[in-house]
């Protein structure tokens, strides 16, 4: 049923001194939308060169539907949507995607592949006048004219507006329903949660969160809860799923838990008097940057 489709085991890749990708292990299976998020320069871009045989791995083995991403039989089944792609700027963007239809032996309707992309009504203009997120529309349009069983995305609503985005997002769902593996990289972690069964966090080159997005949300989301009590910092610790606590001297503390519903029901349960309750939950955004933060030396 639900086997990798694919697969990195043990994969580094050097660039000289810069160690990009140091023993990554990842596993991604047949339909699935994973997100890969991190920082720049975690190693995104270079995991997805790896992945489309456009890089070879300096350590460990790569596998892309039980094949070597380099071989014609896999690449034929592989869309990609490049950071940065260059068009033909004299051609129309209904011929650009003719163009890449002929490369893959069961492409899809030109027609098909223009309104996954929203592009019906920029069919006939030229590839050059597109603005930014245009073209990334019909970037997004060339990875998916040769209806491949996988593809990757590399920022792929970078540039877009909201309606883009939108588009985009409904457009990433019909992919899926239709059973394409699709793994892309995005900076916009509130975007990806909703449409991904996994979200990968990677950081200088390694992985450091894997799973669905809520068991990413229960691992790393935190929320801050204040208040004002006679309760010294030894109690304050005390009390159930504190993760860290501060007083300032005046009796205002400030704790950091991932359960601040248990916490607070503690509080009133032990009777203790207590004053301007507050709290406030991190964004799924807040606790990645953390997260990444941590872990940057
Ligand atoms: N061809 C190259 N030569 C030298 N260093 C490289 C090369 N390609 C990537 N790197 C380095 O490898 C590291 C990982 O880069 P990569 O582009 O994979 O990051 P990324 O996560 O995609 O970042 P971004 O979010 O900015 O796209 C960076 O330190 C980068 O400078």
New binding site residues.
Partial sequence: MNEAAIELRGAG?T??R????DDLNLSLRAGELTA?L????????????LMLGL?QPSAGMVRVLGGDPRDARTRTQVGAMP?ESALPPALKVREVVALFARMYPAPLPVEEALALADLLPLAGRRAGALSGGQARRLAFALAVVGNPAVLYL??PTAGMDAGSRQAFWAAAERMKAAGKTILL?T?YLEEAERTADRVVV?NA?RILADGTPEQLRGSIATARVRFTSDLVLAELRNLPGVEAAESDGHGHATLTTRTPEALVTALVQSGTSFAELEVTRASLEDAFMNLTARHSA
């Fill in positions: 890749k660039f000289g810069v160690r990009a990708l890969l991190g920082p720049n320069g975690a190693g995104k871009t270079t995991a997805i060169g890089l950071q590399d920022e990289t900076h990677m080159g």
